[in-house]
Structures are given as C-alpha cells and as structure tokens.
C-alpha cells in the first residue's frame, strides 16, 4: 500500500544552538525556513548527559509558532508527558528503550493532544517497532548513539531507515519517518534517498557560518535525495 504524499521538514536541534542567545537563534532559523524545532530532553540515566526540563520548552514555546518535537531521552517518559505537553510540546517522542510501557505512552500522548513517536537507539533493530507502528505518529531512527550533539552519522543507519519506510509504506501510514543525529548536507542525501521524511539537524545549521545559508543547503539536499528515493 502506497503512503500518503509526504512533507519534508527541517527541525533545527536547540541542544547545539548558543544557550546564551536562544531566542535569536530561534528567530534566525525560522527565518531560514525551519519547519519545526527538535528539543533533546535528557536525564543523566538513560543517557550519559544532563540538558533541560520543561521550563525551557516553555521559554521556547513563547518565542516561536513552529511545532516543537520534544525527544525525550529519558527513563520514564509516561511521567514527564502532561509536564513537557503543558510547556508547549507538540510532538512527543519516547523511546522504546525506556522502561516506560510503550502503549501507555502511546494512549496517554493521544489523550494529551499531542503526536506521538516512537525512538530507536542505533543498536535496537527496526524490528522493534512492528508491535506499535500503526498507532504511531513518528518514527524516529536515531544516526548517532544519543546523549551528545555534534557525533558523525552511522552508515548502517540508511538501510534501517529505509526498512521503516518499507514498514510505514505497507499499512499506508502518513508518519512521519525521522532522522537524528549526524545530518548535514551531505548525509542529508542518502538518509532522503532512503525515505526519510522529518530531519533533525544541530550543528550543522548552528555550529558555523550564518543560520540561513546551512538551512538552505540542508534542504537542498533533502529534496535532491527525496528525487531519487530507492523503491
């Protein structure tokens, strides 16, 4: 079964943007033409590295429209849902690694209003998401072993990429199929090319030369690859 027509969207990680100025940060990637904003939420127990809780996406949420895709790089998502969904979440992404019970996450996300995804570790095979797929909202495959920004993309990470959109193009699903960690231009391509539809990139918009001109040519390379997806 064919998917939907698909978007393809740029989401600007704030972990690797200027703590310092984020308010302009997020004022110059939306005027880049971000499509959404990705906020990694981490707790020192699920990964190896502490960031931020609600109130930040709070003080995100007052500055910028744009949905904001919350990752929550934590042990027990179920408990933090309705706080990170009060603080101005739209999408919230869990992990199927966490202890959290996948379909109470799943129902309580949908009961809050929110969209809801589902993460695997580069280590978790794609398998993993088979039992929850249809009621999912994202599917995000992550590039790089999460906690910290600025990791190079791992290869292996297409074939699995292109096994989820085997998997969402089969039961006709309009998800979302995300990538995170390692994107830039030239990653960007093959990671389109395999069928991803929803790109998270940090330091390759923020780390280096101006706001505008990264975003440009991450799209660029996303709709170059999306051209020539394999089928």
Known sequence: MEAHPRKLRLAPSLLSADFGALGEAVRAAEKGGADAFHLDV???????????????????????????DIHLMIDDPLRYLDAFR?????????????????????????RLGATVGAALRPDTP???????????????????????????FIPETIPKIRSARERLDRIGSSADLSVDGGITPSTAIPAAQAGA???????????????????RSLRASVEEGARHEVR
């Open 42 to 68: 981490m707790d020192g127990h699920f990964v190896p590295n502490i960031s931020f809780g609600p109130a930040l996406v709070r003080a995100v949420r007052q500055r910028t429209r744009l949905p904001m």
């Open 86 to 110: 009060k603080a101005g979440g739209d999408s919230l992404v869990f992990h199927l690694e966490s202890r959290s019970d996948p379909a109470e996450v799943i129902r309580e996300g949908h």
């Open 126 to 152: 794609i398998e993993a998401v088979d039992r929850w797929i249809e009621k999912l909202d994202q599917v995000l495959v992550m590039g790089v072993h999460p906690g910290f920004s600025g990791q190079k």
């Open 197 to 215: 539809t929803f790109f998270v990139c940090g330091n390759s918009v923020f780390a280096g030369g101006s706001v505008d001109d990264n975003l």
